[in-house]
């Protein structure tokens, strides 16, 4: 099992984290690196510039996320 790690410090909100990910691109309002409407379904948002984990239990670990940013800022991390 792997566990969603976020580092506010080094996230600059550009949102490529939010709208790779498979399950917040559930909702087709995942636009603009908001994120899914229904927080319910959202893993990942940008809130006020920095990203922020919603709902980390529904991350399967598939790593679009990790992959998407360009500073470094997620990381999967084994638990
Ligand atoms: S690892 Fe995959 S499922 Fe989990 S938040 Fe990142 S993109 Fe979404
Ligand atoms: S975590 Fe990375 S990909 Fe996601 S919004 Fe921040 S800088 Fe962009």
């Known amino acids: 099992m792997y566990k969603l790690e976020v580092y506010p410090e080094k996230c ?4 490529n984290c939010v709208v790779s990910c498979p399950v917040n691109a ?3 309002n995942t636009y603009g690196g908001k994120g899914p409407e229904d927080e319910s379904i959202v893993i990942l948002r940008v809130i006020n510039g920095v ?9 399967g670990g598939c790593g679009a996320c990790v992959e998407s940013c360009p500073v470094g800022a997620i990381k ?4």
Do not use: A, M, S, T
Request: with cysteine.
């Open 51 to 59: 990203v922020n984990i919603i709902n980390g239990d529904l991350c």
């Open 26 to 28: 559930r909702d087709p």
């Open 12 to 15: 600059h909100g550009c949102g």
């Open 76 to 79: 999967l991390v084994i638990k």
